[in-house]
């Protein structure tokens, strides 16, 4: 079973970065995608990043411009880059994994809370 581990959240001040790392149990190289969800109290997951295995990226319409999705492939690790937070980022985050078929084979992390707070 994959299993994948996130890290790096935190509290942070508006304006603030946080970099959050999720790290899988097996080369990432196997997985068609990869990409971060996050989930604030009372609203539906939805989409934060995502890179495909050939290397395109897609963001949710509400971070573009400020966070990056990269991954390491040595380290068998996905980075969410996140600069110029706002209250309204704040929620738990997480990774996700697919394979082929994903509607079967998708993996979550247990997320990661990131709190943004003056």
């Known amino acids: 079973q994959v299993q994948l581990a996130e890290s790096g959240g935190g509290l942070v001040q508006p304006g603030g970065s946080l970099r959050l790392s999720c790290i899988a149990s097996e080369s990432i190289a196997s997985f068609v995608a990869m990409g971060w969800y996050r989930q604030a109290p009372g609203k539906e997951r939805e989409l934060v990043a995502r890179i495909v295995r050939g290397g395109a990226t897609e963001y949710g319409d509400s971070v573009k411009g400020r966070f990056t999705i990269s991954r390491d492939y040595a380290r068998k690790t996905v980075h969410l880059q996140m600069n110029s937070l706002k209250p309204e980022d704040t929620a738990v985050y997480y990774c996700?994994?697919?394979?082929?078929?994903?509607?079967?084979?998708?993996?979550w992390g247990q997320g990661t809370q990131v709190t943004v707070s003056s």
């Open positions: 996700n994994a697919n394979r082929i078929p994903t509607h079967v084979y998708s993996y």
